[in-house]
């Protein structure tokens, strides 16, 4: 099993412009999350999903989007690019209640 | 207060060495408590998971709960230098909540 996947490794972006974020799970994990690390702060919760269909707001969505049509997939969508959106995005799924597992990242840098 | 407090270090130790890793946290509800192992740009992978009170062992790391002090450890003995990494406590409440990280402990291991 791949576990969870993220593309792309790298990217940058200019200011104003969009992009999607992927990720994809094999592990028929009903929950999946977005999540942003920026230095010596942490993981922060951007979107969370319970499954498909159903997504919610975690401690930081502003900026971003998600959607949730598949139990493998759950896409993040950056909208109008900011500086204040560098940072490495991490994407995890999970049963309910159990562990998460991390993809490698995505690093994103806004110019 | 922050809901999880934890040093970020870093944490500088020679091989061999006891290491002690520590969070604090505020909430009370907290039941699940984690500990993840970031290398350097790759994402987090789970390295401990207890619920409630109590010590937990596997091989060389033991995590330790006091639910009475709100105050979380993570022990490694025999330290080696394929240790050193980013160290995330989590912890959250039930089913349903986020999980919220410390903001990590970066450790060094020298031989």
């Known amino acids: 099993n791949a576990g969870v996947t993220q593309t792309p490794k790298f990217r940058i972006l200019k200011i104003g412009q969009s992009m999607t974020l992927q990720c994809t799970q094999d592990?028929?994990?009903?929950?999946m999350y977005w999540y942003r690390q920026d230095p010596g702060m942490g993981l922060k919760l951007i979107y969370y999903s319970v499954g498909a269909g159903i997504t919610d707001k975690g401690e930081v969505p502003n900026g971003y989007n998600v959607s949730r049509s598949t139990t493998e997939d759950f896409p993040l969508r950056l909208e109008l690019a900011a500086p204040s959106q560098t940072s490495v995005y991490f994407c995890?799924?999970?049963?309910?209640?159990?562990?998460?597992?991390f993809g490698p990242g995505t690093r994103l840098l806004v110019l | 207060q922050k809901e999880v407090e934890q040093d970020p270090g870093p944490l500088s130790v020679p091989e061999g060495a006891i290491v002690s890793l520590n969070c604090t946290y505020s909430?009370?509800?907290?039941?699940?408590f984690m500990w993840y192992r970031q290398y350097s740009r790759k994402g987090p992978e789970l390295l401990m998971y207890t619920y409630s009170s109590g010590n937990k062992e596997d091989g060389r790391f033991t995590a330790q709960v006091d639910k009475s002090s709100k105050y979380i450890s993570l022990f490694i003995r025999d330290s080696q230098p394929s240790d050193s990494a980013t160290y995330l406590c989590a912890m959250r409440g039930q089913a349903g909540t986020a999980l919220i990280f410390g903001k990590g402990t970066t450790l060094s291991v020298s031989s």
């Open positions: 909430n009370s509800a907290f039941q699940y």
């Open positions: 995890a799924s999970s049963y309910p209640m159990e562990t998460q597992y």
């Open positions: 592990m028929n994990h009903n929950y």
